[in-house]
């Protein structure tokens, strides 16, 4: 008899968290103003973020369907635990320090830690990818988006 597609138990509860964490970003932007003709309102961003969660929550749901565990140190197929682990621990540390570091800071330290030492590369293609990323993302959002992300630090030079 052949066994029904089964998620291991780690790998489900995993998904349940994400899942969790999705929707209280849906019940605390509840109250924020949606999007308006010709704007884009508060709740638009955390709206998005959370339909794209629930949809990698389900990626990851379906291609767990073929491993039967996740292992804890290293896996063979690209990656590990101690990686989602660590860029969960920066991603975190993003945003407590976003207001009082200021966005553009935050955005070049967290591309440099997530490229370098998390993924290994070297330090040319590290600076490069990062600063080109960090700098054009704060471009995108305070010029033809016209958000006010926050300076932090860059407020010494103004």
């Keep these: 008899?052949?066994?029904?597609?089964?998620?291991h138990r780690g790998q489900l509860l995993v998904g349940f968290f994400w899942?969790?964490?999705?929707i209280?970003?849906?019940?605390?932007?509840?109250?924020?103003?949606a999007a308006e003709p010709g704007r884009l309102g508060p709740a638009t961003f955390p709206k998005i973020l959370s339909y794209g969660l629930i949809g990698l929550v389900a990626l990851y749901w379906f291609q767990s369907r073929k491993v039967s565990s996740i292992?804890?140190?290293k896996a063979e197929v690209g990656g590990n635990v101690l990686k989602s682990v660590s860029l969960t621990a920066?991603?975190?540390?993003?945003?407590?320090l976003w207001e009082p570091a200021g966005a553009l800071p935050v955005l070049i330290t967290l591309s440099i830690v997530e490229l370098k030492w998390i993924e290994g590369f070297r330090w040319l293609r590290v600076l490069g990818v990062g600063l080109t990323l960090s700098i054009g993302m704060w471009v995108v959002f305070t010029q033809l988006l016209g958000v006010n992300l926050p300076l932090g630090l860059l407020i010494l030079l103004y």
């Design 1 to 7: 008899m052949k066994r029904a597609v089964v998620i």
């Design 19 to 22: 899942m969790a964490i999705a």
């Design 24 to 33: 209280l970003v849906f019940y605390g932007i509840k109250s924020l103003p």
């Design 71 to 73: 292992p804890v140190v």
């Design 90 to 96: 920066i991603a975190v540390a993003s945003v407590l």
